[in-house]
């Protein structure tokens, strides 16, 4: 090769270095800058930047940084000084804002989605033979509930995925049907064992509440008189399900024990559980995230709110995402009403979607968050019925 030829192909492998050297520093969060120095004069640097990536739920939103429409969602949005919070705002039209303050980091992007909450939520029944105590099982996936219809009275399940929301329970089980000397559907409670194969169920006879284990596969029922010793049982499985989750997380000994609490509510993820503190005459409900690595602009642990210990304390269930929880607020036995809000895990975006008859402080997800299930009636022979809230 000749001298001219080596220069040549020198000088080609220098551009493409340099150009891939560019590539990875402008992919990487880098930005040219003039900063005006304290003389006045401008000098070229190279310095880090960070990015936000805008998702929405619906898609298809505005998103506006500091007051100003920079784009639409689902794009990011570059070039952001770190080390600084933006106020993000994402609207879109007949959904209620969204809004938050956003950290940005050198050379990451904090991705953050925004679950967009419906000004008019669509109220549809899911049944119309009555409903009464609704039971979610460990996965979101199935819902049961006792059912005085007139044709097959008994217990029934739901399925919530596919097309399991459809009107009036058209995909509905019954899985145990009233028989002539037990009336299963007049039962008081509902719980599920962690596979998902049995029920617990409690049903008054002669003033007297009776325990029943219901095989849902066999559509059979079998009396037990040491129902705590089931639920013994079926704790300790959970208890193995969690201790066998935080076995590969490094966590703090404290944190260890409050996620193996009875009390604790874990996410529909398995990656995060809601806990309560009581403090200074305050009750304070808080999130710990073990997810690893954590996502860029999330905690590890965050106050979603606290209440004086005195109030009434609110119902709180997890939403689909495990990014969110539902809070149902009020004297519901009472008063036969009360206020659903959907609050994200740092507390922020508390938006409220229903305020009106509920005869049930449960409320749940469903497994694509599309829907909550609510119990109420607006009949004056206040059958209750199970509805579903359209949120987008």
Do not use: C
Request: charged content about 25%; cysteine-free.
């Amino acid at each position: 090769m000749d001298k001219k030829h080596l220069i040549q192909s020198l000088i080609t492998a220098l551009v493409l270095l340099l150009i891939t050297t560019g590539l990875f520093l402008y992919t990487s969060g880098y930005r040219l800058s003039k900063p005006t120095t304290e003389t006045g004069n401008q000098q070229i640097q190279v310095r880090r930047t960070g990015m936000i990536g805008a998702k929405s739920i619906p898609e298809g939103a505005n998103v506006y940084l500091n007051g100003k429409l920079i784009t639409a969602t689902d794009d990011t949005i570059s070039n952001l000084r770190p080390q600084e919070k933006y106020e993000l705002t994402i609207r879109k039209s007949g959904f209620v804002e969204w809004k938050k303050e956003i950290e940005v980091f050198p050379e990451l992007v904090t991705d953050i989605t925004a679950v967009l909450v419906s000004m008019t939520p669509r109220l549809e029944p899911l049944t119309n033979t009555g409903a009464a105590h609704p039971s979610m099982a460990p996965s979101l996936s199935k819902i049961a509930f006792f059912s005085t219809d007139t044709e097959t009275p008994g217990i029934w399940i739901i399925p919530l995925v596919n097309a399991g929301l459809d009107l009036f329970k058209s995909n509905a089980n019954n899985i145990l049907e009233d028989t002539l000397y037990n009336q299963f559907s007049k039962g008081t409670a509902i719980e599920w064992s962690p596979d998902e194969k049995q029920l617990l169920i409690t049903v008054p006879e002669n003033d007297v509440d009776t325990y029943y284990i219901v095989d849902i596969e066999g559509n059979t029922a079998e009396s037990t008189e040491s129902p705590e010793i089931l639920k013994k049982s079926w704790l300790e499985k959970e208890i193995k399900i969690r201790t066998d989750v935080i076995k590969a997380i490094d966590l703090p000994s404290d944190i260890k024990q409050i996620a193996l609490r009875e009390d604790s509510l874990w996410s529909p993820d398995n990656k995060k559980f809601l806990y309560r503190l009581r403090k200074n005459g305050m009750i304070e409900y808080r999130v710990y995230n073990m997810e690893k690595p954590i996502p860029v602009g999330e905690k590890t642990q965050t106050l979603v709110f606290s209440t004086n210990i005195t109030n009434t304390q609110p119902k709180i269930a997890w939403y689909a995402d495990s990014y969110h929880l539902i809070l149902t607020e009020g004297d519901i036995a009472g008063t036969k009403g009360g206020k659903i809000s959907l609050v994200r895990i740092d507390g922020t975006n508390k938006t409220e979607i229903y305020s009106n008859s509920l005869h049930s402080d449960q409320v749940f997800s469903s497994p694509g968050g599309e829907k909550l299930i609510i119990s109420t009636s607006f009949t004056s022979d206040d059958q209750t019925n199970l509805y579903t809230l359209g949120i987008r």
